[in-house]
């Protein structure tokens, strides 16, 4: 039974570049939430999603960043002229709608 | 200018005896409380739940606890083993239909063998 799966683990960008994560949620869930997290510090809430639906986005910055979770394929966290401050860790989670999230591994960004 | 990170909150603790990890939080109506762990390099794993309505939850090793009156949650893991070792966090959720999680800055735990 597959968790969560996010790719790529890893990823180096230049500034100015765009980064695409994407994260495929558990099996059954048809909820997804993006996260980021700074060294040594908790997540931050950035955007929810159900199918083709962006249900809350509060968290995400109004410039540059974007969501989706189309209808098939995975969800697409997409980060246009990525500058230094977006270095960060950037975790998918998913759940049913009994609210539980589950994590994927995570995607580290890294922009140069 | 450069920020400066914040130092986490670090417990050791011996192998085999027990180990309190607390956690404050803020929302008076947060109804929904969860504890993750994060190993270094990975993404936060479920541990434990609980509900506004309890006070107390137990699981394998792990016992949650919830005083609602000083807004005060903790997690108590019995005879610690060096794979418990990593960040742990306490989520909330406000509930009445928002799904955001909000992350305490987590407390580090190194068990000593």
């Known amino acids: 039974n597959a968790g969560v799966m996010q790719n790529p683990r890893h990823l180096v960008r230049r500034r100015g570049q765009e980064a695409r994560l994407r994260c495929s949620p558990m099996k059954g869930h048809s909820h997804v939430y993006w996260y980021r997290q700074l060294p040594e510090e908790g997540l931050k809430f950035m955007v929810y999603l159900q199918k083709e639906n962006i249900i809350d986005e509060s968290g995400m910055p109004k410039e540059r960043f974007s969501a989706e979770f189309p209808k098939e394929g995975p969800s697409i966290l997409r980060i246009q002229q990525v500058v230094r401050g977006d270095s960060a860790a950037y975790f998918c989670?998913?759940?049913?709608?009994?609210?539980?999230?589950?994590f994927g591994p995570g995607t580290r960004l890294l922009v140069l | 200018g450069e920020s400066v990170g914040l130092h986490l909150p670090t417990l050791s603790v011996q192998e085999g005896d027990n180990s309190i990890i607390n956690c404050a939080y803020s929302n008076s109506a947060s109804d929904y409380f969860i504890w993750y762990k994060q190993e270094s390099g990975k993404g936060p794993q479920f541990i434990i739940d609980?509900?506004?309505?309890?006070d107390k939850r137990q699981g394998q090793r792990v016992t949650v606890l919830l005083n609602k009156t000083v807004k005060h949650l903790s997690l108590q893991i019995a005879a610690t083993q060096p794979g418990d070792s990593a960040v742990y966090f306490c989520?909330?959720?406000?509930?009445?239909?928002?799904?955001?999680?909000?992350f305490g800055k987590g407390t580090k735990l190194s068990v000593i063998p």
């Open positions: 989670a998913s759940s049913d709608p009994s609210e539980t999230q589950y």
């Open positions: 989520a909330e959720n406000v509930g009445a239909g928002s799904y955001q999680l909000t």
């Open positions: 609980i509900r506004s309505n309890m």
